[in-house]
């Protein structure tokens, strides 16, 4: 009985305890306070905390991750259509359409490409023709538990695996597409000239897929070297910045930069459903006579444009400030902006861990916020978001990362649909009416 009477005791006493440590904390209670209404977070916690210490970590965690919720960036919300990544849609089978998949590209394949291509069928209207070398994907699709997933997809008609030869692998040269003619790079590519896929994706050597895209589909008339065009995320967490070039071209003439900010306008109203995109173009200044030599001249071609919006240049702290929809640059700036974006969220994160408290009030405040800071870091990280277009070749071309995982596979098919389904081809072949500018 006097044990019993000693718990009853010391339970009220550690509730009380921890109580008054969660309103002290201000560096906890501030941050989940602003991120919902105030009173009403306030009358949640104090509604908890009276029924054990255990039940008052997990209704703040789950308190913590429904409110920051709305705050994290989505980048690609515009093309989501706004909802959750994990949403299963009701698809009509008659408007899906199909997409080719390099099934042996990547750090990772097949397995993560052929998990993200079966996610994929269930929420987005498309159809996967899977390149590969079968044996290794039915192995694979063995191993990870998907078999009689991918087998249900063949039997609905969604789903076709197309065998292939040897795969070029992340390291080789470009020029092995011409040596391993029957590589699941060079297949997918075909299907899309034969017209047998609307877009492909590979998450494969980017600089195979470049010269298999230039090699097997072509470039457009009126285009001189393909860019390769990436999301960035900016404030607003509905209006991405489309960046481009961020790796293709390492020297660029002013043409090329001039050639980008077409594609880059067509893509940006076509697929973002931006009615007049703003054209930026990288500089260390915003005056005209700031820059080198290409930026200059580059700006000379960009301000006389009357086919686009350009609204001057760029610097790079406004990347990402949502005043521009497209930014222009030569590869070389492209994948230093691209590369430094991605080191972004784990620095964020890593500053956000050291700011929380040590011993056990570090503890309990990670408990209620580690979850939504690794959910604000992938969503910083461009590597979790899909991938990005090869624009300024015959077709339509989506580049995924070389570590995507299924989820990363998922967003890129949706901007391979959403690029297929918007008549962005159509609006290209349009550049070949138009007598490319030359300097």
């Given at each position: ?51 054990s210490a255990g039940s008052v970590v997990s209704t703040a965690g789950s308190m913590a991750r429904n409110t920051l919720q709305p705050l994290v960036f989505d980048p690609l919300r515009r093309l989501q259509g706004g909802g959750s990544e994990l949403d299963k849609l009701d698809i009509n089978d008659s408007e899906r359409v199909w997409i080719a998949v390099d099934g042996m590209g990547g750090d990772h394949a ?14 987005l209207p498309l159809r996967i023709k899977f390149v590969g070398e079968k044996e290794i994907v039915l192995n694979s699709a063995k191993t990870i538990g998907i078999l009689d997933l991918l087998n249900q997809a063949i039997d609905d008609g969604v789903f076709q695996l197309v065998p ?276």
């Amino acid at each position: 009985m006097e044990s019993d009477s000693r718990n009853k005791t010391s339970r009220p006493r550690a509730v009380r305890r921890l109580a008054i440590w969660y309103r002290r904390n201000a560096a906890v209670t501030t941050f989940v306070d602003t991120a919902a209404n105030s009173a009403s977070a306030a009358s949640n916690v104090a509604g908890s905390v009276v029924s054990s210490a255990g039940s008052v970590v997990s209704t703040a965690g789950s308190m913590a991750r429904n409110t920051l919720q709305p705050l994290v960036f989505d980048p690609l919300r515009r093309l989501q259509g706004g909802g959750s990544e994990l949403d299963k849609l009701d698809i009509n089978d008659s408007e899906r359409v199909w997409i080719a998949v390099d099934g042996m590209g990547g750090d990772h394949a097949p397995g993560p490409i052929l998990e993200g291509c079966l996610k994929a069928i269930e929420r987005l209207p498309l159809r996967i023709k899977f390149v590969g070398e079968k044996e290794i994907v039915l192995n694979s699709a063995k191993t990870i538990g998907i078999l009689d997933l991918l087998n249900q997809a063949i039997d609905d008609g969604v789903f076709q695996l197309v065998p292939s030869g040897e795969s070029i692998g992340m390291d080789d040269e470009a020029t092995a597409v011409r040596k391993k003619r029957d590589s699941s790079i060079n297949l997918a590519m075909d299907l899309v000239k034969k017209g047998e896929a609307q877009a492909v994706y590979s998450a494969g050597n980017s600089g195979a897929l470049m010269a298999a895209a230039i090699f097997r589909l072509g470039r457009l008339a009126g285009i001189d070297r393909p860019a390769i065009g990436a999301l960035f995320p900016t404030k607003d967490p509905g209006q991405p910045v489309l960046v481009l070039d961020v790796g293709a071209n390492m020297d660029c003439k002013p043409t090329y930069l001039h050639q980008f900010a077409l594609l880059g306008n067509i893509y940006s109203r076509d697929v973002l459903q931006i009615n007049q995109p703003r054209i930026g173009l990288i500089n260390i200044g915003e005056e005209a006579c700031k820059g080198n030599d290409l930026s200059q001249k580059t700006y000379e071609l960009l301000d006389t444009e009357e086919r686009f919006n350009f609204v001057g240049n760029c610097e790079g702290r406004d990347v990402l400030s949502g005043e521009f929809d497209v930014v222009v640059c030569d590869g070389f700036t492209g994948n230093v902006l691209l590369k430094f974006l991605e080191s972004v969220g784990g620095v964020l994160l890593d500053v956000l861990r050291a700011e929380l408290p040590r011993g056990r009030r570090g503890k309990v405040g990670s408990a209620f916020l580690r979850s939504n800071l690794k959910r604000i870091k992938k969503r910083l990280d461009h590597a979790e978001h899909g991938g990005a277009l090869l624009l300024g070749v015959n077709g339509i071309c989506v580049i995924g990362h070389g570590s995507s995982k299924a989820l990363s596979v998922v967003s890129a098919l949706r901007i391979a649909h959403s690029a297929a389904s918007h008549g962005v081809m159509e609006d290209l072949a349009n550049l070949q009416q138009t007598k490319a500018i030359t300097i």
